[in-house]
């Protein structure tokens, strides 16, 4: 089936330090990928996407690309606020046909936590 | 602000009962899906509805159904309650099914199971 691994958490940085979360995945068929943050008491909010191999999807300093070879989508940001911290999680969502149209498979989630 | 909005933003209630959830999505979507969010769960789909009919269904109870009004709007019914239902249920939209879609989640409804 499809799926989505995340690394584990939870991550705790200083402000500006450089920010990894690993992200790979499993899927029949070529997915589109997504980075979705959740801020406390909030719903997801979209971070970033790629929808095909090798596109790079960007947002607020945020970055990750999407890799076919090694299945992954890695999200990167070089200098961390305070303000970024939140749950972070990887998702995708497949093309048409079964019972996969549309809906996200989500990973686990990674918790950040940057102190000043 | 997402522009989905869900209602009530808690509910608490007794093993047994039946509790209905209500999604109203963004202006202009016409797909609405249903997760599911638990600590041991994490997130997983339920179901999706796109212009009124069922479009996807993924692990969502027999006890669970749900269904999208001419206006849109979602709801979801969730009886015979478990502890084990205890969660966080968002609703999410688009403006069509497919993957490339970004959905927009609404806040959550909180459900405690007593």
Same mark, same amino acid.
């Given at each position: 089936?499809?799926?989505?691994?995340?690394?584990?958490?939870?991550?705790?940085?200083?402000?500006?330090?450089?920010?990894?979360?690993?992200?790979?995945?499993?899927?029949?068929?070529?997915?589109?990928?997504?980075?979705?943050?959740?801020?406390?008491?909030?719903?997801?909010?979209?971070?970033?996407?790629?929808?095909?191999?090798?596109?790079?999807?960007?947002?607020?300093?945020?970055?990750?690309?999407?890799?076919?070879?090694?299945?992954?989508?890695?999200?990167?940001?070089?200098?961390?606020?305070?303000?970024?911290?939140?749950?972070?999680?990887?998702?995708?969502?497949?093309?048409?046909?079964?019972?996969?149209?549309?809906?996200?498979?989500?990973?686990?989630?990674?918790?950040?936590?940057?102190?000043? | 602000?997402?522009?989905?909005?869900?209602?009530?933003?808690?509910?608490?209630?007794?093993?047994?009962?039946?509790?209905?959830?209500?999604?109203?999505?963004?202006?202009?979507?016409?797909?609405?899906?249903?997760?599911?969010?638990?600590?041991?769960?994490?997130?997983?789909?339920?179901?999706?509805?796109? +212009?009124?009919?069922?479009?996807?269904?993924?692990?969502?109870?027999?006890?669970?159904?749900?269904?999208?009004?001419?206006?849109?709007?979602?709801?979801? +019914?969730?009886?015979?309650?478990?502890?084990?239902?205890?969660?966080?249920?968002?609703?999410?939209?688009?403006?069509?099914?497919?993957? +490339?879609?970004?959905?927009?989640?609404?806040?959550?409804?909180?459900?405690?199971?007593?």
């Amino acid at each position: 089936g499809n799926s989505v691994t995340q690394m584990e958490g939870p991550v705790t940085l200083s402000e500006e330090a450089f920010l990894t979360i690993n992200c790979t995945y499993t899927a029949t068929g070529y997915p589109s990928l997504f980075w979705y943050v959740q801020y406390p008491g909030e719903g997801l909010q979209l971070l970033l996407k790629a929808t095909k191999a090798d596109d790079k999807g960007s947002n607020k300093g945020f970055e990750a690309t999407y890799r076919k070879e090694t299945t992954s989508f890695h999200l990167e940001k070089g200098s961390v606020q305070v303000s970024d911290s939140a749950v972070y999680f990887c998702a995708l969502s497949l093309g048409a046909g079964g019972t996969s149209y549309g809906k996200l498979t989500f990973g686990q989630g990674t918790i950040l936590t940057v102190h000043p | 602000d997402s522009g989905v909005t869900q209602t009530p933003k808690h509910l608490i209630t007794a093993t047994g009962q039946r509790v209905t959830l209500r999604c109203s999505p963004r202006s202009g979507d016409l797909s609405v899906y249903w997760y599911q969010q638990s600590l041991d769960q994490g997130l997983q789909f339920l179901i999706q509805y796109y +212009n009124g009919e069922e479009r996807a269904k993924g692990n969502i109870l027999e006890r669970f159904s749900a269904q999208q009004f001419p206006d849109l709007h979602s709801e979801l +019914n969730l009886s015979s309650l478990e502890l084990g239902d205890s969660a966080l249920y968002f609703c999410a939209s688009s403006v069509s099914p497919g993957p +490339n879609q970004p959905q927009h989640f609404g806040d959550g409804t909180r459900l405690s199971i007593l």
